[in-house]
């Protein structure tokens, strides 16, 4: 049992064998640029992926899911009144809800519907890298397109900031991810450089996270544990563990197979990755 936090309540082992158990349903309403990698890293974890993102549709097979995502990187007019549905029937059926609000800060578009998404729906889990967490808060931040440029001191006080103002956990990711709620945060010591070279690492770390808040019930240990172990398989392609790599493509490639082989790797406890920080 980790010593993390007495209510922290499993290990990084238990955490993986839970999704394995549970091979939870989950339901991407996401973007078109990484749709094939969130789906696969999805039944890389031991998940069932599904991308229904049709506005006829999605509430019936969110209502059947097991987890939801809703990533806005493409988002279109009906994908924004589709992710709404989706995330109402999230809602409406208890199921563990993720958003991913790509690119907010960026144009006053992306803004308007990320406000909605945090603001209309009930959101278990936040994740965006420092300058889309920063942007949605209000606070200054430079999101050029979809990613985060510049510095971020105060992103631990921020990502708490946000999930006072959202109700969610809040996965603040980059060199060192944030896992923050409204009264606590923790610094995720897991990664590697090479993953900030791969489009779709923030995507696939989202749906990683929706796999976990579906095979657990807490959505903090569930943030902890899926975003350790993300950042684990990040370290382990990035050691070759899963195949040597000539550059960022072929890493993507040796990432996603460390994805699925993690479970049978020996892995380190999470209180050696995770730390909990005192934020002002
Ligand atoms: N320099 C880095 N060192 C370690 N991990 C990184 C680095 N850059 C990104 N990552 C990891 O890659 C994943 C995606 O993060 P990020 O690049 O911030 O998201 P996005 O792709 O949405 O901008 C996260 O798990 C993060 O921890
Ligand atoms: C480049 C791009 N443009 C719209 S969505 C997208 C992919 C973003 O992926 P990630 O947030 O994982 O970098
Ligand atoms: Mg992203």
């Keep these: 049992m980790s010593s993390l936090d007495p209510e922290f309540g499993l290990s990084l082992d238990e955490a993986l064998t839970a999704v394995a158990d549970n091979q939870p349903l989950v339901n991407s309403v996401t973007n078109n640029v990484t749709v094939n990698d969130v789906a696969n890293i999805t039944l890389h974890w031991g998940g069932l992926p599904v991308m229904s993102d049709d506005e006829r549709e999605v509430a019936d097979m969110v209502a059947i899911a097991d987890g939801c995502l809703l990533n806005m990187g493409t988002v279109s007019e009906t994908g924004e009144a589709t992710m709404l549905a989706a995330g109402a029937a999230a809602g409406d059926h208890d199921v563990p809800l993720v958003v991913d609000p790509v690119g907010v800060g960026a144009t006053p578009t992306r803004s308007r519907v990320a406000e909605r998404l945090v603001t209309e729906l009930d959101v278990d889990v936040l994740n965006g890298n420092y300058g889309e967490i920063s ?34 956990v809040v996965v603040a990711s980059g060199e060192t991810d944030i896992v923050a709620t409204e009264d606590a945060a923790y610094e995720v010591h897991a990664g590697h450089s090479m993953m900030g070279e791969v489009v779709g690492t923030g995507c696939m770390l989202g749906v990683t996270l929706a796999v976990f808040a579906a095979a657990i019930d ?36 040796s990432f996603l ?10 892995l380190s406890d999470l209180s050696d990755r995770v730390e909990r920080i005192e934020v002002r």
């Design 218 to 253: 807490d959505p903090l240990d569930a943030a902890l544990a899926g975003t350790a172990a993300y950042g684990l398989a990040g370290e382990l392609a990035a050691d070759g563990v899963f195949g040597d790599y000539h550059g960022p493509a072929s890493y993507r490639v």
């Design 257 to 266: 197979d460390a994805a699925a082989g993690l479970a049978g790797e020996e």
């Design 135 to 168: 942007a949605l808060v209000g606070e200054n931040a430079e999101v050029r397109g979809v990613e985060s440029v510049g510095e971020y001191a105060e992103i631990a006080a921020t990502a708490v900031e946000c999930a006072r103002q959202t109700g969610a």
